[in-house]
């Protein structure tokens, strides 16, 4: 615990040497949460390209709006309220993108690698992942953030801005069709 108490003094103090302009902490910062920051956009947007743009995009939000951060949540979950924000953009800019050209539906389902693509061999992280994707957006969502993230309700509410109470019940219902869909594919 005291670790992550010191990450999470440490990832402050950059924060407000980003707000001076210190050019050195944004490369520190970047260091200390670009990974977390595109596996978040990957998982919502299945697109690597899209992960890394989003990751780009929130990483120069930290830079302009730095002196935003009041100390009131974590680090972390501050530049993840930013990426989801920044997913949410682009998933809109994907659906437009969509609407006006319905003839490329087929090749955008297939683009990329995917989750499986990391789990390649293990049959039951690919049973996971199957019924993982037949969730909806804000049921993976939460699941993400509290199992892959490790993060505490709370956090993830304040991430998705919404009550607490809404990511318990989301949560819930997750695991309910996780459990059917697990019990199905067995």
Same mark, same amino acid.
């Given at each position: ?30 260091? !200390?949460?670009? @990974?977390?920051?595109? +596996?978040?956009? $990957? /998982? *919502? ?6 992960? #890394? ?53 087929d090749q955008l389902a297939d683009e990329g690698?995917?989750?499986?693509? !990391?789990?390649? @061999?293990?049959?039951? +992280?690919?049973? $996971? /992942? *199957? ?6 957006? #804000? ?48």
């Open positions: 615990m005291r670790s992550r108490v010191n990450d999470v003094e440490a990832s402050s103090a950059l924060l407000a040497r980003i707000a001076q302009g210190n050019e050195a902490a944004l490369k520190d910062f970047y260091h !200390a949460y670009h @990974g977390r920051v595109y +596996a978040f956009a $990957l /998982r *919502r947007l299945n697109d690597p390209a899209d992960a #890394a743009d989003v990751l780009n995009e929130v990483m120069l939000e930290v830079w302009r709006k730095a002196e935003r951060f009041e100390g009131r949540s974590q680090p972390l979950t501050w530049v993840l309220g930013i990426a989801h924000h920044k997913v949410l953009d682009s998933l809109r800019r994907r659906k437009a993108h969509l609407n006006e050209d319905d003839a490329g539906l690698p995917t989750a499986s693509d !990391a789990l390649a @061999g293990a049959q039951d +992280a690919e049973r $996971l /992942r *199957r019924c993982l994707e037949e969730l909806s957006d #804000a049921h993976r969502q939460v699941v993400h953030l509290a199992y892959f993230e490790d993060l505490p309700y709370p956090e993830i509410a304040e991430i998705v801005d919404c009550p607490v109470g809404t990511v318990k019940t989301r949560m819930f219902h997750a695991k309910q069709l996780l459990k059917r869909c697990l019990g199905r594919a067995a």
